[in-house]
């Protein structure tokens, strides 16, 4: 008889001991992530009671395949026009939220003596919330159709994506062993260079693609091209040295903007549901009893912070964003608990070995316990609120108020048109720039040494420069776009408005063409390193011509209408549906 590799074992033990617990947990109206941990502790090295895993080697890398399909998941239901309707109020709020507990975590450890390192990381694993715990409670307790919990999601989808780049970054920091300001903005840099061409290059072609294969695509087949996309973002994202969760996640994003998008959502949830369960197993195997009673200190100590720090920096937050008192407190007391992306930061913190193996048990600790509170915060927040409008000043009270009408008259203000102009501008040039950018970088890579190795010197050159920038040619339109300004109304406004108005609309225009030219040059300079007066000159003349050219219009209009139809065809799917 065929002996069983351990892993089966392993499996069917977890799975059968997670599944009795998750039911009780479920009687218990309570969430299921906690009856994994439970479950994990259970079967861990640590509880004697019950056999326990034996090949943890290959559990945990389960466990990153766990992670993966946690976060495509989390990428499919998300869209970045979420981003946009969630409005300021959820922006604000997150930005003070999390950047006021990331210094709380990191003074914390510093003061119960911790390495920087793990103080760092302590500061991240503390400013998120639980989206899933947070969206169990409001269903249970029938709030999600409230005000503050509207908030409470956008701040949640914002929560999210930053818990994405706060895992680059902290990758990054714990590399280089360095907190070197230039060092992060550069990695920053990539990384959103790295987003937006994934993103605009994957909705260009996946997205169509999927829609043109349909008939061939059963649930079988759609399942497997999707976790293949999937898996080979995250081999991408791995091979240019971000993390593999960033590229399930972008992947999930791409996907959630096809006419699929549903079909794949409900095909990858048993996925996500049975990896996403080894994954909290797993991190409740971390658990070692000996070393909470040893840190019981900081687990309480953190409990508290936790607790008052969120309720406090979440309630000023949105009350900054010109929300009322009573929906500030309200989203305040919601998002007081840390949950899964606290397990997934302190699983990064491990691999890289830069925190202590006692941080994790403290965490899931305070994650337990938190979560445990969070259903009755949110049910007595309306109490709280009241007992505090009864005690605060009038002054106090009127200010508040009329804080919150100023905000809502500047809000719905059409006078801010600079603010216009700038949206309006802002995007398309970054994304056209990071595509041009790309374009630059693929043809060092691979255009021009195959040119150049098959054509003598000055001609293989001087092919390779014409082809690269006739590549780059629409983007570099898309850029310097003349009709950006031209078919503005408001362009028009502020130019008669002052000469400071001129002048600075003068320098947005030359800054946009100063784009173009560096581009070019940057392709020439690869190429005629020695010929510089010159090559600057002609990559004035390029730009011009690009500028100017009712040709390099039509292809930048084509690009723009049908990446607009393909970023839509999802949603107008839902709808005719």
């Known amino acids: 008889m065929t002996h069983l590799p351990a892993l089966v074992a392993d499996l069917a033990l977890i799975l059968m001991i997670a599944g009795v617990v998750t039911i009780l947990f479920k009687w218990l109206r309570q969430p299921v992530v906690l009856g994994y941990i439970v479950a994990g502790f259970m079967v861990g090295p640590h509880m004697y009671l019950l056999p326990s895993v034996v090949d943890s080697q290959s559990l945990a890398t389960w466990s990153e395949i766990g992670i993966i399909f946690l976060l495509f998941a989390l990428g499919l239901e998300f869209r970045f026009k979420k981003l946009l309707e969630v409005g300021g109020a959820a922006l604000i709020a997150a930005i003070i939220n999390m950047g006021a507990m990331v210094g709380v975590g990191y003074a914390v450890g510093y003061l119960l003596g911790w390495t920087g390192m793990e103080s760092i990381f302590l500061g991240g694993m503390i400013s998120m919330a639980s989206t899933t715990i947070i969206i169990k409670a409001f269903n249970?307790?029938?709030?999600?159709?409230?005000?503050?919990?509207?908030?409470?999601?956008?701040?949640?989808?914002?929560?999210?994506?930053?818990?994405?780049?706060?895992?680059?970054?902290?990758?990054?920091?714990?590399?280089?062993?360095?907190?070197?300001?230039?060092?992060?903005?550069?990695?920053?840099?990539?990384?959103?260079?790295?987003?937006?061409?994934?993103?605009?290059?994957?909705?260009?072609?996946?997205?169509?693609?999927?829609?043109?294969?349909?008939?061939?695509?059963?649930?079988?087949?759609?399942?497997?091209?999707?976790c293949g996309l999937c898996l080979g973002m995250v081999l991408l994202a791995q091979a240019v040295g971000f993390s593999v969760a960033l590229g399930a996640f972008i992947m999930g994003s791409i996907l959630a903007e096809t006419v699929q998008a549903k079909r794949i959502e409900h095909l990858v949830q048993p996925l996500k549901n049975l990896f996403g369960a080894v994954f909290f197993v797993s991190v409740g195997m971390m658990i070692v009893p000996g070393l909470i009673v040893e840190h019981i200190v900081p687990i309480l100590i953190l409990t508290v912070v936790v607790l008052l720090g969120r309720i406090i920096f979440a309630t000023l937050g949105v009350l900054a964003s010109g929300e009322s008192l009573k929906v500030s407190m309200q989203s305040g007391f919601s998002l007081a608990q840390i949950g899964e992306f606290s397990f997934i930061i302190?699983?990064?913190?491990?691999?890289?070995?830069?925190?202590?193996?006692?941080?994790?048990?403290?965490?899931?600790?305070?994650?337990?316990?938190?979560?445990?509170?969070?259903?009755?915060?949110?049910?007595?927040?309306?109490?709280?609120?009241?007992?505090?409008?009864?005690?605060?000043?009038?002054?106090?009270?009127?200010?508040?108020?009329?804080?919150?009408?100023?905000?809502?008259?500047?809000?719905?203000?059409?006078?801010?048109?600079?603010?216009?102009?700038?949206?309006?501008?802002?995007?398309?040039?970054?994304?056209?720039?990071?595509?041009?950018?790309?374009?630059?970088?693929?043809?060092?890579?691979?255009?021009?040494?195959?040119?150049?190795?098959?054509?003598?010197?000055?001609?293989?050159?001087?092919?390779?420069?014409?082809?690269?920038?006739?590549?780059?040619?629409?983007?570099?339109?898309?850029?310097?776009?003349?009709?950006?300004?031209?078919?503005?109304?408001?362009?028009?406004?502020?130019?008669?408005?002052?000469?400071?108005?001129?002048?600075?609309?003068?320098?947005?225009?030359?800054?946009?063409?100063?784009?173009?030219?560096?581009?070019?040059?940057?392709?020439?300079?690869?190429?005629?390193?020695?010929?510089?007066?010159?090559?600057?000159?002609?990559?004035?003349?390029?730009?011009?011509?690009?500028?100017?050219?009712?040709?390099?219009?039509?292809?930048?209009?084509?690009?723009?209408?049908?990446?607009?139809?393909?970023?839509?065809?999802?949603?107008?799917?839902?709808?005719k549906n």
């Not at 307790?141 to 780049?165: H, M, P, S, T, Y």
């Not at 109490?383 to 108020?401: C, M």
């Not at 021009?448 to 780059?472: D, Y």
Request: net charge positive; glycine share 4%; hydrophobic share 50%.
């Open 346 to 575: 302190a699983t990064l913190g491990i691999q890289l070995g830069v925190i202590s193996d006692f941080v994790y048990p403290i965490i899931v600790a305070v994650s337990v316990v938190t979560t445990f509170t969070t259903p009755y915060g949110i049910k007595y927040s309306e109490a709280v609120y009241g007992k505090i409008e009864r005690r605060i000043p009038k002054k106090w009270s009127t200010l508040l108020v009329g804080y919150a009408q100023s905000k809502s008259k500047a809000e719905d203000n059409p006078s801010n048109d600079w603010l216009t102009l700038l949206k309006g501008l802002f995007v398309p040039v970054l994304v056209y720039f990071a595509l041009a950018v790309a374009v630059v970088i693929l043809s060092r890579v691979a255009l021009i040494p195959f040119i150049v190795e098959q054509l003598p010197a000055t001609l293989g050159k001087v092919l390779a420069a014409a082809l690269t920038i006739l590549l780059m040619s629409p983007f570099l339109y898309g850029i310097t776009s003349p009709r950006r300004f031209l078919s503005n109304s408001v362009f028009f406004k502020l130019l008669k408005e002052n000469h400071f108005n001129k002048g600075v609309l003068i320098l947005l225009n030359l800054s946009r063409t100063f784009l173009c030219i560096l581009l070019i040059l940057s392709v020439l300079l690869t190429l005629f390193p020695r010929a510089t007066g010159g090559l600057i000159f002609i990559s004035i003349l390029i730009t011009i011509f690009i500028s100017f050219s009712p040709r390099y219009e039509r292809q930048t209009k084509r690009i723009e209408a049908a990446f607009h139809e393909t970023l839509n065809s999802g949603e107008a799917e839902e709808i």
């Open 140 to 226: 249970d307790l029938n709030k999600q159709r409230q005000r503050f919990a509207n908030i409470v999601f956008g701040i949640l989808i914002i929560e999210d994506i930053a818990a994405i780049l706060m895992m680059v970054l902290f990758s990054t920091i714990a590399v280089s062993k360095t907190f070197e300001g230039m060092q992060l903005a550069s990695s920053l840099l990539k990384l959103m260079f790295f987003i937006v061409v994934s993103f605009v290059v994957g909705i260009f072609v996946i997205p169509p693609a999927l829609k043109r294969l349909k008939r061939y695509l059963n649930d079988e087949t759609l399942l497997v091209v999707s």
